[in-house]
């Protein structure tokens, strides 16, 4: 059984940072894409970040590059989104996901961990 499960999440004053883990089991993460989405109340759901099995490519939404990075580890199947001079609007719910290299659509999903940021 493919699990993702995400944590980190928190409250922070703006400028702030956090850092967001993915751990996740039943599946090789060196086998996928992995990525960030979050999704603010009332907002559709958002790219945020994803990286290669091989960690070699990463990629980002304007709106967070320089201020975020994603980093995995596929030999404790884990993937981190390190969060720095957080912003009100990057407040939302964050997600992982796996996307199976060679496929064109994510296939598994974490349930996602709440970030709040406070002005």
């Known amino acids: 059984q493919v699990q993702l499960v995400e944590s980190g999440g928190g409250l922070v004053q703006a400028g702030g940072s956090l850092s967001l883990s993915c751990a996740a089991s039943?599946?090789?993460?060196?086998?996928?894409?992995m990525g960030w989405f979050r999704q603010a109340p009332g907002k559709e759901r958002e790219f945020v970040a994803a990286?290669?099995?091989?960690?070699?490519?990463?990629s980002y939404t304007n709106s967070v590059m320089g201020r975020f990075t994603i980093s995995r580890d596929n030999a404790k199947n884990t993937v981190v989104l390190q969060m720095n001079n957080l912003k009100p609007e990057d407040t939302a719910v964050y997600s992982c996901?796996?996307?199976?290299?060679?496929?064109?659509?994510?296939?598994?999903w974490g349930q996602g961990t709440q970030v709040t940021v406070s002005s």
């Open positions: 996901a796996a996307q199976r290299v060679g496929m064109s659509s994510y296939n598994y």
């Open positions: 039943g599946l090789p993460l060196s086998r996928y894409i």
């Open positions: 990286i290669t099995w091989s960690g070699g490519s990463t």
